[in-house]
């Protein structure tokens, strides 16, 4: 197959700051709601924590002199706002800001494009202790917040994400309370959403008011890729329900100025929406320049009653998961590349004048390095081959893609499964820090060499 990708198609690679950096207490960082979480008891496997991870705070240069080597064209990363702005709001913290910068800078020198996300699920601590996600005070903290980053950090860095995946920030955060805060409130996860939608269109405003005009502007989401079990009236209504507040929560909101109809009646029971005042959905709205998209696997659904605490609040009663055959993950997730094709053709339906990033895709396995200090990975070439040529087919009908981030660089904190999941294309030895890049990840500098895959 020959598949070659566009030119000038960007190809990165994505991390997060607290799975990466470490350096907790170091420089004036304050807690956020993971270092609380994961040192509360039985919140996250062995009782893991972020305080050392990867050390990328202090190794950062080794770890951009590795994409070099990769050839990666942009990497993102998230900034970690209590390490900007200590306790999430207030007097800025000049060594936090030095750290971005320098670490712009190193990438600028290898002639890698540094793409930054306001917030990938560190909110400071003690706004959360203020109310968190569900009240409104924390979007417009976050606007702030987005403003000292954009004034600091605008001459160097042109890409800018605003939220990463609030799906999971609200529903799991807030709704089954598998992520930090570790609530469990339907109504506190509805809140949340509209807050981290509304967040996003303040901070929008704030990133445009601050950066130069050619700065690009986006927001990464997790959407879900439904399938229904069968093509009955029941299972085809499980797959809306769970599209409505797994996707059209976000999508309707951001790229229409409205709510989903059906999810404001699917939740009447819940909420009357009332704390959506008048204007928020037009700020919600606010023009972007690219839509990130963060794929792993898709979900097959049928009518039936999900367990509870459930992270879907209006459809939890009204759906059941069924379990995909076939090929998975270390997370037990279904290797299917179809559900990306099938999702980026839904966007390019719905959203046609909206370029798309695929922000986040890879996989989780049970690498090891070898005595000769190898590691082969062989399943996760064949889970990015087969991603990676959905991505082509796609292109090939039409999608406006540009570009591609794969999920991770490194070995890293993966939340609720500690150091256990290891997502890297280089191999962290967690003990000494070790970085030894896999097998992957010389595949995946071959493929940024051809600008597409290589023959098997
Ligand atoms: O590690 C996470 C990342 O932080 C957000 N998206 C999914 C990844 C794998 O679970």
Redesign the pocket.
């Known amino acids: 197959m020959n598949a070659h990708f566009p030119a000038g198609f960007r190809w990165g690679s994505a991390t ?1 700051a607290y ?1 990466i950096e470490g350096a907790a207490a170091e420089d004036g960082r304050t807690p956020s709601i993971w270092d609380s979480f994961s040192r509360a008891p039985g919140k996250v496997r062995n009782g893991d924590t972020g305080d050392v991870a990867t050390d990328h705070y202090h190794r950062f240069r080794e770890d951009i002199a590795l994409m070099k080597e990769l050839g990666l064209t942009d990497y993102r990363f998230s900034l970690s706002w209590s390490r900007i702005l200590p306790g999430g709001r207030g007097p800025v913290s000049q060594k936090g800001l030095d750290f971005y910068r320098a670490l712009a800078d190193e990438l600028l020198d290898a002639g890698i494009r540094p793409v930054a996300t306001l917030y ?1 699920w560190d909110l400071p601590q003690e706004l959360e202790d203020a109310g968190g996600w569900p009240e409104r005070a924390t979007a417009e903290s976050f606007a702030a917040y987005a403003a000292v980053a954009a004034d600091a950090l605008g001459d160097r860095i042109a890409t800018w994400t605003t939220l ?2 609030p799906w ?1 920030a609200a529903f799991l955060g807030y709704g089954s309370g598998v992520h930090a805060p570790g609530r469990a409130d339907d109504l506190a996860a509805l809140r949340a959403a509209h807050h981290l939608n509304l967040a996003h269109g303040l901070a929008v405003r704030a990133l445009r008011a601050a950066l130069p005009a050619a700065a690009e502007l986006s927001l990464t989401l ?1 959407l879900h890729a439904f399938r229904a079990h069968t093509d009955t009236p029941e299972d085809r209504d499980a797959v809306r329900r769970l599209d409505a507040v797994g996707n059209r929560i976000f999508l309707d909101p951001v790229f229409h100025g409205r709510l989903p109809a059906d999810l404001v009646a699917d939740t009447a029971g819940i909420t009357d929406w009332s704390f959506v005042r008048d204007g928020d959905l037009d700020t919600v709205c606010a023009p972007i320049d690219a839509l990130g998209v ?1 794929y ?1 696997a898709p979900s097959v659904v049928a009518a039936g009653t999900s367990e509870t605490p459930s992270p879907w609040p209006g459809a939890a009663e009204h759906v059941r998961f069924v379990p995909l055959p076939g090929p998975r993950t270390a ?1 037990d997730w279904p290797v299917d590349p179809d559900g990306l094709y099938e999702l980026l053709v839904r966007l390019r339906d719905e959203l046609p004048h909206v370029p798309l990033l695929i922000t ?1 895709n890879g996989a989780a396995y049970d690498d090891y390095a070898d005595p000769e200090g190898d590691v082969h990975d062989p399943e996760r070439v064949g889970y990015l081959r087969a991603h990676l040529a959905a991505a082509h087919r796609a292109l090939a009908d039409g999608v406006d893609l540009r570009g591609y981030f794969l ?2 660089l490194l070995d890293n904190f ?2 609720a499964y500690g150091y256990g999941k290891r ?1 890297g294309i280089v191999h962290v030895d967690f003990p000494t820090g070790r970085r030894t890049p896999k097998d992957s990840a010389r595949w995946y500098r071959g493929v940024i060499a051809r600008n597409g895959l290589p023959p098997r």
Do not use: L, R, V
Request: hydrophobic residues 30%; charged residues 20%; proline residues 0%.
């Open positions: 997060a799975q990938h990463n995946e999971c997790n963060n792993y997370m986040e999920w991770s993966e939340w997502f």
